[in-house]
């Protein structure tokens, strides 16, 4: 477990935002969820992120969500962190699913924005502060006004990151300029992840410090590449990588977590079942997700991370490719 006092290095380069896999009795598969976060962890992540958006959290009871942030941290083993989703539109429900990620033996707990209920700024951050003193794990916040109907504005994240329990934020608004706003502004060891896999790169380019995303959990090695060239100043490789994917994440955002639990099916890892009011893809849907799939090539969905990263593959030849 985390202490907030730790530095949060390892919150950086794209962590996947894990999907719960169910059974055919519409239980969780907790084997199969092994399966998922081992593979996430050979391919070189630094964190796996639990029982959040494409873990369809909010169809969990609190005891499933514990048994699968408890599952993860099985798996882990302290070879990577476990980000625990832990969010609620209550602060009493954000509170004990905070209390039990941490005795379930989580690193740290994302905590989304309230939903629904369209809380004024100091109502959000009396919110994020009372969930802060509840628990000893970090909180990263979770910034997602098209699925919230609230904003976390730059005031209320300053004042927040100005606490020891805060170590980050997942910002999904695909908001550029706005990250290079807040970069000067904040704490410098606070770190700004992308929410949002289709502007990951241009985020990362200009400061950001990885993706919590969806797409990695399907090309997670391709995924890591694109992060490893972006720190290691090669702009036109990481483009190149990252404009693979770009028909696997259309795809794929259209209708998270079905598309993502389909193109997991596809590739032999779990189920496609969801539950309701999640339902399965229509047929013209799974067609895009195969599509995309294929597109990418079974070479590039498990290829190692040194592949992209060797002394032959050069700016000038990936330019010309």
């Known amino acids: 477990m985390t202490s907030v006092s730790t530095p949060a290095t390892w919150l950086a380069g794209y962590i996947p935002d894990v999907p719960t896999p169910f059974d055919e009795h519409g239980a969780v598969d907790l084997g199969a969820l092994a399966k998922l976060c081992e593979r996430q962890i050979d391919a070189g992540v630094t964190a796996i992120l639990v029982s959040e958006t494409s873990g369809e959290a909010s169809t969990l009871t609190p005891a499933e969500q514990e048994g699968i942030i408890r599952a993860a941290v099985e798996v882990a083993r302290g070879r990577v962190r476990v980000i625990a989703g832990a969010g609620s539109n209550s602060t009493s429900q954000a509170i004990e699913l905070s209390q039990r990620a941490e005795a379930a033996g989580a690193d740290a707990v994302l905590s989304v924005v309230p939903y629904y209920n369209k809380p004024m700024q100091a109502g959000i951050q009396a ?21 919230t109907l609230r904003e976390l504005s730059d005031d209320t994240l300053l004042r927040l990151a100005n606490s020891r329990h805060f170590i980050g934020l997942k910002d999904a608004t695909g908001d550029i300029p706005r990250l290079l706003r807040l970069r000067r502004l904040l704490p410098a060891g606070f770190r700004l992840l992308s929410g949002d896999d289709a502007t990951a790169l241009p985020f990362i380019a200009n400061g950001g410090d990885g993706c919590i995303s969806i797409v990695s959990n399907v090309a997670p090695e391709l995924c890591q590449a694109v992060f490893s060239n972006c720190r290691l100043a090669r702009p036109q490789t990481a483009r190149y990588l990252h404009d693979r994917l770009v028909p696997l994440t259309a795809a794929l955002t259209k209708e998270s977590p079905a598309a993502l639990k389909y193109a997991l099916f596809l590739l032999g890892f779990i189920s496609p079942a969801t539950r309701l009011p999640i339902v399965e893809l229509p ?28 002394p032959r593959l050069h700016e000038d030849s990936v330019v010309q490719s």
Do not use: M, Y
């Not at 919110?127 to 699925?147: E, G, K, M, Q, W």
């Open 127 to 147: 919110h994020f502060r009372a969930i802060a003193i509840s628990t000893a794990l970090p909180i990263i916040l979770h910034d997602v006004p098209s699925r």
């Open 283 to 310: 047929d013209d849907a799974k067609s895009e997700v195969a599509s995309a799939i294929a597109e990418i090539g079974d070479e590039n969905i498990g290829c190692p991370v040194e592949r992209w990263h060797g």
